[in-house]
């Protein structure tokens, strides 16, 4: 039972470059979460999937898309990578929207020069 | 005014002691709140969840909620250096997916 598993670990980008990070769990959860983590600003949510075939917009949504592909992944895309974007990226899960433990993955480290 | 509130420290206290890390927060529709920890350079883990005022004791762990207040607390008792990490609160408005996080605060241990 590996959890919530993330792709790749680390990711350099030249500005404009595209690219898209995976997340998959084997937990069976309903939701999964896309967040930034910046330093002194916390864990911000980026896009969250409540159920396989939705998705909604969080905190920071400008300049990513996602996609939930089935029940075990969520990718996040970067369309055109801009510096601003240079991060960690976490994807989470948890059960269902009455049970709200999020699990995290070990984070993506992107660098967008 | 910020969703949530921390000390981002760093608190420093010496082996053995209680550590005392608050949050405080805005909005009144909370209804679930989080403490996770962060090691350096890994991802949040899950410590403590509390829904109703009061105290909530999980090993050398409590959690204190005052909702009148709008604050919430974590003590670690018999602190030890593997406790040093960043400690974030989060809390979830009544009916939503959402967590809303502080930035987190950074505990030191020292022996």
């Known amino acids: 039972n590996a959890g919530v598993t993330q792709t790749p670990k680390f990711q350099v980008l030249k500005t404009g470059q595209s690219m898209t990070l995976q997340c998959a769990q084997d937990?069976?959860?309903?939701?999964m979460y896309w967040y930034r983590q910046d330093p002194g600003m916390g864990l911000r949510l980026i896009y969250y999937?409540?159920?396989?075939?939705?998705?909604d917009k969080g905190e920071v949504p400008n300049g990513y898309n996602v996609s939930r592909l089935n029940k075990r992944e969520f990718s996040l895309r970067l369309e055109s990578a801009a510096p601003s974007q240079t991060s960690v990226y976490f994807c989470?899960?948890?059960?269902?929207?009455?049970?709200?433990?999020?699990?995290f993955g070990p984070g993506t480290r992107l660098l967008v020069l | 005014q910020k969703e949530v509130e921390q000390n981002s420290g760093p608190l420093s206290v010496p082996e053995g002691a209680i550590a005392s890390l608050n949050c405080t927060y805005s909005?009144?529709?909370?209804?679930?709140f989080f403490w996770y920890r962060q090691y350096s350079g890994k991802s949040p883990e899950l410590i403590m969840s509390?829904?109703?005022?009061g105290d909530k004791e999980d090993g050398r762990f409590t959690a204190q909620l005052n909702k009148a207040s709008q604050y919430v607390s974590l003590l670690i008792r018999d602190s030890q250096p593997s406790d040093s990490a960043t400690y974030l609160c989060?809390?979830?408005?009544?009916?939503?997916?959402?967590?809303?996080f502080g930035t987190g605060t950074q505990l030191k241990v020292e022996l």
């Open positions: 909005d009144r529709g909370s209804q679930s």
């Open positions: 937990m069976n959860h309903n939701s």
């Open positions: 999937s409540a159920s396989e075939g939705t998705t």
């Open positions: 989060a809390f979830r408005r009544g009916g939503g997916n959402k967590l809303t």
């Open positions: 509390i829904y109703s005022n």
């Open positions: 989470a899960s948890s059960e269902d929207r009455a049970r709200e433990t999020q699990y």
